[in-house]
């Protein structure tokens, strides 16, 4: 004979209890109560202040100690290689007077010369 699974008497489930209890929902207009006690003291301590920058103001510039600024350098004009730039060089030299000196990089002719002033005439 065979015996038939019942499926509405559940063994596990006989056992087995819900919670009966629900957390209840709180509002925003709610107020909440704290447990929680705040510890305040009943004086309040001074906190001593004082500027740790206060040394510094009474020190006095040497300024012979200082180190000077170098001035900034002066970035080389490149000029395409010619095979005449010797000859052109020249004619800077003495047309424009304006003294530089050239370095030759690949396919490219750097001019060096002494002043801002000088980089803006050549160019």
Known sequence: MTTYYDFKTNPKTDEFTTVQKKRRRRRSDD?????KKVNIPAKNPEIETRN?????????????NLTPI??????????????E????????????????T???????????????????DLT
Not at 55 to 61: C, E, H, M, N, S
């Open 31 to 35: 107020t909440i109560n704290v447990n």
């Open 52 to 64: 740790t920058y206060d040394v510094l103001q009474d020190q006095k510039i040497n300024e012979d």
């Open 70 to 83: 170098p001035p900034p350098k002066i970035p080389p004009i490149m000029l395409k290689r010619i095979a």
């Open 85 to 100: 730039y010797p000859i052109l060089l020249k004619r800077i030299n003495t047309v424009k007077k304006i003294k530089c």
């Open 102 to 120: 050239a370095k030759e990089s690949g396919e490219l002719v750097k001019l060096f010369v002494e002043t801002p002033d000088n980089v803006r």
